[in-house]
């Protein structure tokens, strides 16, 4: 199936321009929406390229966005501030796609992968009845020991982070070693430069930390549909912690898929037969929970949402209304370019 590719930059609540992407089927309506939240030091337009080409060439609408920060966004090299605003930039312009008149009807899934699967979990905390499913790629529900810096050495960061915040002090092994086990993947991975390879500053290390602890500590607050996929050799986040996940979210409709052998980074590290089983498991997946919906449902599913958001207001601040807007990710403005891929 052919597939368009579009971008864009968008300004956050703070005027920060940021990198956005997207990929459709070129000559039909999109099946469901499929909203990626890319890992630590990521970007979309190129890391996640294969994911959005593949996705988009199975009938789904595929919308990406690089952290401000990230790959193509302006803003800080690979700084994050607060956890909270980076999903607060995700949320506001998720919901601005999914306003559009042509998508309303239909679904709308979350894709992390490593530390956004955090991201994806805590969109989902931040509007529990707003998505319709999740896809968990070695989500970070807990930094794995392995690669996590001594206590001690937390404790000393902590004290001194208000100070300097955004220095590169941080001790960590080298992530993309122990992350992609394709020998020829890992060198195109270092190759681009969009990638952040430096070491982690002091406050980023520190939110994914504690956002890992949060997200870890919160399991079962956990209420969509979702599939969790794992490298069972994943030495950068605990794939046990993906089985904990999977046994006390309150998720009425959940599934696990735990890869004997796999590495972290199972859809841009794997071998390519390993990477078509990882992607044949999330088609089928989406495939079976896509469906239309009718204003009417939408509403009585909006109406079955608390009042307040589902969400620890004194760890993540207070939440900032969205705004509406247009895109030309549904073909107003923007660059547009055709692939023939898959």
């Known amino acids: 199936m052919d597939v368009e590719y579009h971008e864009e930059y968008v300004r956050n609540s703070s005027g920060v321009q940021l990198f956005t992407c997207g990929w459709l089927p070129a000559s039909t309506s999109p099946r ?104 968990l790629v070695a989500p970070m529900c807990k930094i794995s020991e392995k690669v996590k810096p001594h206590p001690l050495v937390i404790t000393a960061l902590t004290q001194v982070e208000d100070i300097i915040p955004r220095w590169k002090i941080v001790p960590t092994k080298d992530v993309i070693d122990a992350a992609f ?34 997200v870890e500590d919160s399991l079962s607050k956990v209420k969509l549909p979702f599939l969790v996929l794992h490298g069972e050799a994943d030495t950068v986040t605990d794939p046990e912690v993906s089985r904990a996940l999977y046994e006390h979210a309150a998720s009425t409709d959940k599934a696990i898929k735990l890869y004997p052998g796999m590495w972290h980074g199972l859809t841009a590290g794997e071998p390519d037969e390993n990477v078509d089983v990882i992607f044949s498991d999330i088609i089928a997946w989406l495939n079976a929970r896509r469906r239309v919906w009718t204003p009417e449902e939408r509403q009585m599913k909006m109406q079955a949402a608390p009042k307040k958001p589902d969400i620890d207001e004194k760890d993540h601040g207070s939440m900032r209304p969205r705004r509406r807007r247009r895109s030309f990710l549904c073909g107003l403005t923007g660059r547009t370019h055709h692939h023939s891929e898959m």
Request: a positive charge.
């Open 32 to 135: 469901a929406l499929v909203f990626l939240c890319h890992g630590y030091g990521m970007e979309c337009s190129g890391f996640m390229r294969a994911c959005g080409v593949r996705l988009a060439a199975a009938g789904y609408g595929v919308f990406g966005m690089d952290y401000e920060g990230h790959g193509k966004s302006m803003g800080t090299r690979c700084y994050i501030r607060s956890f909270h605003r980076l999903v607060d930039d995700c949320d506001r312009f998720y919901k601005s796609i999914c306003d559009l008149e042509e998508y309303r009807s239909k679904s709308r899934f979350l894709y992390g992968e490593s530390m956004g699967g955090a991201v994806a979990l805590l969109l989902h905390r931040k509007d529990p009845t707003f998505w319709d499913g999740a896809v």
């Open 181 to 214: 086990k394709d020998r020829d993947k890992r060198e195109k991975i270092r190759k681009n430069k969009l990638i952040y390879q430096d070491k982690p500053r002091l406050k980023t290390a520190l939110e994914m930390l504690r956002t890992s602890m949060y």
